[in-house]
């Protein structure tokens, strides 16, 4: 049996001053940074689509996607009455509450309004960005395992690693954060990497998006089943979590555009 020790803000890596540091944010700036970096590279890359300069440029709208439609997913799919209630509260992104189908959804806008502007094509374009997605989407999962937070449903007493959250009770736990951060991050990362390296692959546009969405959402669903349901939630329709549900367009988007990629 493991239990996990925090400091008392087992949010916060240090603090320097009134500057605190914590492990989420510093997970956005490594997966930021991080996949921009990759998508130099996959940019240049048979056929091209874009320069190395429209990539650079392309990380300022990355970032605001992320971090406008993480916020407003959140407020939107997760918790609208209370931010109804208090809805200067939208703006306090430090106390926390991010959601990935939302900071999708502002990358995918953000991306468009991108490609327009540079006239580039778009499907091509997110076929170089899809495999960085996941670098951030891992270190994402770390930062909530570090935290403590999103813990996983009550695991069975013979699971060796099974653990004790803070907040989780006296109760052995799945550790679906580590689970999640292995099927979302890695195992996504090197398919899609893999796929990338393919110029036969590339040349098929949205193929390698639509196996990211796929993927995600697969993965997302799966890493459900052992994660414990928002408290203010709960099990929603036929018993799946808010995360399954939201999981379910994308997947059917990606099969979409993996068959529209294979015609």
């Known amino acids: 049996m493991f239990t996990i020790r ?10 320097l001053g ?36 429209q990539a650079d440029d392309y990380l300022t709208w990355a970032t605001l996607g992320v971090v406008i439609g993480g916020r407003l997913g959140y407020v939107m799919f997760y918790q609208p009455a209370a ?19 939302g900071g999708m959804l502002g990358v995918a806008i953000a991306t468009a309004w991108f490609c327009r502007r540079e006239k580039i094509s778009l499907l091509s374009f997110a076929d ?3 495999p960085a997605a996941p ?17 996983g ?5 013979w699971l060796p690693w099974g653990m004790m959250f ?8 799945h550790p679906s954060q580590i689970y999640q951060a292995l099927m979302e991050g890695l195992c996504l990362f090197l398919v899609l990497f893999v796929l990338s390296r ?34 203010f939630l709960g099990l929603l329709f036929a018993g799946a979590t808010m995360g399954q549900l939201l999981s379910l367009p994308m997947l059917a988007a990606g099969l979409w555009l993996i068959q529209r990629a294979r015609r």
Not at 6 to 15: A, E, G, H, R
Not at 135 to 151: C, D, H, P, S
Not at 213 to 231: K, N, S
């Open 135 to 151: 670098i951030g989407l891992g270190f994402g999962r770390i930062a909530n395992f570090i935290n403590g937070e999103l813990w």
């Open 198 to 231: 393919r110029t036969a692959i590339l040349a098929r546009s949205g193929l390698i998006t639509g196996v990211f969405l796929t993927g995600y959402a697969i993965a997302r669903i799966t890493g459900e089943f052992f994660r414990e349901p928002d408290a």
């Open 6 to 15: 925090l400091f008392p803000d087992p949010t916060v890596l240090i603090q």
């Open 153 to 157: 449903r009550p695991a069975p007493d």
């Open 83 to 101: 931010f109804l209630a208090e809805p200067w509260s939208i703006f306090a992104v430090w106390q926390g509450g991010m959601a990935f189908h």
């Open 18 to 53: 009134p500057l605190l540091i914590r492990y989420y944010a510093l997970a956005y700036i490594f997966g930021l940074l991080l996949g921009w970096r990759l998508l130099r590279v996959l940019v240049r890359r048979e056929p091209t689509v874009a320069t190395t300069q």
């Open 128 to 130: 170089r960005i899809a």
């Open 166 to 173: 803070p907040g989780g009770g006296p109760v052995l736990r």
